[in-house]
């Protein structure tokens, strides 16, 4: 078996949406050794108004489970691989493939099954394009029966198999439940695969090509030409991921930390661009103090005050409980003497607003308290700002100039990133205005 440098490759779905990039893709494999897992996404977008053929899927399942007629839709799907097909030049059919896919939609298969096709068949035409082994995420990527993904399971079976092989495709996105019914990841999944299966083989590099030249310094359809972001940390990324920069799934970071594997994020369309390395620490950092923004938009944020809170017993306590008791998740809990801000999903409250400041009020008879809509909140990430005093007050008072009011702060305790809340109308040009204040380009 060969022992030199091994490299896991998850291609995106633009990178897979045509012959064309199909094309590139596999030149991209096959120009190096060491590139011998290789992760593909279902087909994505060819142009802006096209569709992905995981909607188209899911679109699918959703005519059959209504009872109606899906056949038009479904031979969209499979107008979409045989242009990949043809355009190569394959002998492999997918007839087959497809007469059981059909099937199962009509005896009722899960919305995850008929998701997870689009990797599924993609991988069975990037192996046989590629000349390597097809391996069925199925019978290597474990969910327990809580649907919960089971990471030891699925690296021991997934090790065992690999090793055997000196090159595998592994579809990304999907997995199998106890029962042997197939399960995905949430969508973006098969970027998880990719860390998977990089923790598997043990790789030494994790790359991960997409349709952009790396994880830019703030979404590129807020900011115009943000700088790519050369080097970052896990935690970094984790920050800014979670906060809906979404070039890689939030849940790819766990595997490849767990095996201090880095991860390179470059081009498909521009090999030759060095992307950005995410890396498990790093001491130094780069030009800019901050290493990127990211945000979203949809939260709520109940405020409470209370004369002397900070001296009451119990009283963080008391709310989260409230909380707790409702099944709820916050996501931040920024607070002061006499005040405290819980920052919650809109998505998670929706109806029970009146509900949870009820039960708040009840659990600890506060002056005042409030529930505040339609509120973004935006991450300033960066692991220099520890280190250079005065970061904060320079993201404050360029929002300020710019007019903007900022509704709440939370710096969490790693000094790694700031967080401010800024009503939703505010959103794109508070992202804009903080990037402006630290690059002068
Ligand atoms: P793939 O299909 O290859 O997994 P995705 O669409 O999931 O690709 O992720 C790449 C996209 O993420 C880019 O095309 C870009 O529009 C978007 N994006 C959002 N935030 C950023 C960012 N900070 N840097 C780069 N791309 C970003
Ligand atoms: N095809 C899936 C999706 O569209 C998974 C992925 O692309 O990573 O979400
Ligand atoms: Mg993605």
Known sequence: MNESIKKVVKFGGSSL??????????????????????????PGKRFPEDEKVTDMLLDCHRLASEGRDFSARLAAVRERYELIRTGLGLAVSLDEAFAVIEENLHKGCSRDYAASRGEYLNGILLAFYLGYAFVDAAEVVFFDEDGIFDGEKTNRIMAERLSQLESAVIPGFYGSLPDGSVKTFSRGGSDVTGAIVARAVMADLYENWTDVSGFLMADPRIVRNPQPIKLITYRELRELSYMGATVLHEDSIFPVKLAGIPINIRNTNRPSDPGTMIVPAADSYGESVITGIAGKKGFA??????????????????????LNDMGMCFEHLPSGIDTMGVVLDEKVIAGKEREILAAIARATEPDHIEIEKGLSLIAVVGRGMIKTPGTASRVFAAVARAGINVRMIDQGSSELNIILAVEEKDFERAIDTIYREFIHA
């Open 301 to 322: 944020v109940v405020h409470i005050e209370k004369d002397m809170m900070n001296q009451e017993l119990g009283f963080g306590m008391r709310v989260l409980q409230v």
């Open 17 to 42: 949406a045509s012959a064309e990039q199909f094309r590139k893709s596999a030149a991209i494999v096959l120009a190096e050794e060491s590139r011998r897992f290789v992760v593909p996404s279902a």
